[in-house]
């Protein structure tokens, strides 16, 4: 069965960098659009960014400068750092896997997330 | 524009229809793709596609679209279908962007 595990620190103070790993078991890792999504309490979800097998990369504009992604094929991993962070980064970081399906025929384009780690609660506090 | 707009809330009456809707311009290329989540839970993908439904998702859900806005429909409503709802899209104007709507809080009465 398909499932991403994720890990890294829970407790972080501001000006330090934010460091999660998610692995994937029972399934391929190309094909696919490895995201991050986060959501902080009481609140709703916001897209991070993405990493492809190769390593491509697309960063949500309001973050890249802090945000570096990284893959480890060997390992069926990938990895989320955002630097610099401050109580607004506090939140649930999840990682998902990304589809993104051309129906050339039809010009259709399908986008959608369709497995989720269990999440990670990240606290911002000094 | 990378914007998606959603209902804030949403109630229905146990066993009626409810609409879900989701709008932006994103949507006029690209599908919205629906996620269900509940109180302390990851979300889950309900629908995703013109109407396609993963495995183990009831058909009392659907999806729907048109122009720049994106329904879900959830037909006879059952209390364990109250959640937020969320919807998203990808940017179309090239810059390969994801983007969630702001959530929908559906209750089921």
């Known amino acids: 069965q398909v499932q991403l595990q994720q890990w890294g620190a829970g407790l972080l103070k501001p000006s330090e960098t934010l460091s999660l790993t998610c692995a994937v078991y029972g399934e391929s890792f190309s094909g696919y659009y490895w995201s991050w999504i986060r959501q902080p309490p009481g609140k709703g979800l916001e897209w991070i960014g993405e990493?492809?097998?190769?390593?491509?990369?697309n960063y949500n504009p309001s973050l890249k400068s802090r945000v570096t992604m990284s893959v480890d094929t060997s390992k069926n991993q990938f990895s989320l750092k955002l630097s610099s962070v401050t109580a607004a980064d506090t939140a649930i970081y999840y990682c998902a896997r990304g589809n993104l399906v051309v129906v050339p025929a039809a010009i259709e384009f399908y986008w959608y997330f369709d497995l989720w780690g269990r999440g990670t609660l990240v606290t911002v506090s000094s | 524009s990378s914007e998606l707009t959603q209902d804030p809330a949403v109630s229905v009456a146990l066993g009626q229809t409810v609409r879900i809707t989701c709008q932006g311009d994103s949507l006029r290329s690209y599908y919205a793709s629906w996620y269900q989540q509940k109180p302390g839970q990851a979300p889950v993908l309900v629908i995703y596609g013109k109407n396609n439904r993963p495995s183990g998702i009831p058909d009392r859900f659907s999806g729907s679209s048109s122009g720049n806005t994106a329904s879900l429909t959830i037909t006879g409503a059952q209390a364990e279908d109250e959640a937020d709802y969320y919807c998203n899209s990808r940017d179309s104007s090239g810059n390969h962007l994801g983007v969630f709507g702001g959530g929908t809080k559906l209750t089921v009465l």
């Open positions: 990493i492809n097998h190769s390593g491509s990369t």
